[in-house]
């Protein structure tokens, strides 16, 4: 069965700290990761990553996929209270099959 | 460019009767995805379906649930019966064809009582 687990599960720092999500993967036919951000609505789309090695920017977050070692990271440098959430990683499987299958979520509190 | 559509966003049913839940997908997004999170879990995927088809619905209890997408107007999650169960929030997501990130609306979050 495919498996996402993402680290750690709760995380609490204050503004202005940076921090890394992990996320790990065993899945059977990958194509894809993705990192969503989800608030107290619907989950916001963030990254989708394809490629190992390939570092993906937006503003203070960024994400980079390592496929060999089946796993991937969010940073998210300056944080600031609006990126209290939980943080998604989902995987996407190859061609034919597309549902999502959410990791566990990281539980991120910044604090003033 | 309007996002993802869901309504109602709150739907109140007693058990036994019928809940309909609508998604207007992203302009130009002819994919339509749906995923329930029940209370203190994950989203789990239910249904994919394209315009008139239903392309995997893996995910979707045998029973009571169905899912449709037609050729003009929202695609339309239904569960007969409804049990207590049920209640959840229930999550539609569009893309523009497979292998894209999908995007998701706000939700309709059933109650059963």
């Known amino acids: 069965e495919d498996k996402v687990v993402q680290s750690p599960l709760s995380l609490v720092v204050h503004e202005g700290d940076t921090v890394t999500l992990n996320c790990s993967y065993e899945?059977?036919?990958?194509?894809?990761l993705l990192w969503y951000k989800q608030e107290k609505k619907a989950p916001t789309f963030l990254f989708m990553l394809t490629s190992s090695g390939i570092e993906k920017k937006s503003g203070r977050l960024s994400s980079i996929l390592d496929k060999k070692e089946l796993f991937s990271i969010l940073n998210i440098t300056a944080t600031q209270t609006g990126d209290s959430a939980i943080y998604l990683c989902v995987f996407l499987a190859g061609f034919g099959n597309e549902k999502l299958t959410f990791g566990t979520g990281t539980r991120l509190t910044i604090i003033p | 460019n309007a996002g993802v559509m869901q309504n109602p966003r709150h739907l109140v049913r007693r058990r036994g009767q019928e809940a309909r839940l609508r998604c207007s997908p992203m302009?130009?997004?002819?994919?339509v995805y749906w995923y329930r999170q029940l209370p203190e879990e994950g989203l789990k995927f239910m249904v994919y379906l394209q315009k008139e088809n239903i392309i995997d619905e893996s995910g979707m209890p045998k029973e009571r649930f169905s899912a449709e997408f037609p050729k003009e107007g929202p695609s339309i999650l239904r569960i007969q019966q409804v049990v207590r169960g049920d209640s959840a929030a229930y999550f539609c997501?569009?893309?523009?064809?497979?292998?894209?990130?999908?995007?998701f609306g706000p939700g309709t979050r059933l109650t059963v009582t």
């Open positions: 302009k130009g997004h002819s994919h």
């Open positions: 899945v059977t036919n990958f194509r894809s």
């Open positions: 997501a569009s893309s523009p064809g497979r292998g894209y990130e999908q995007y």
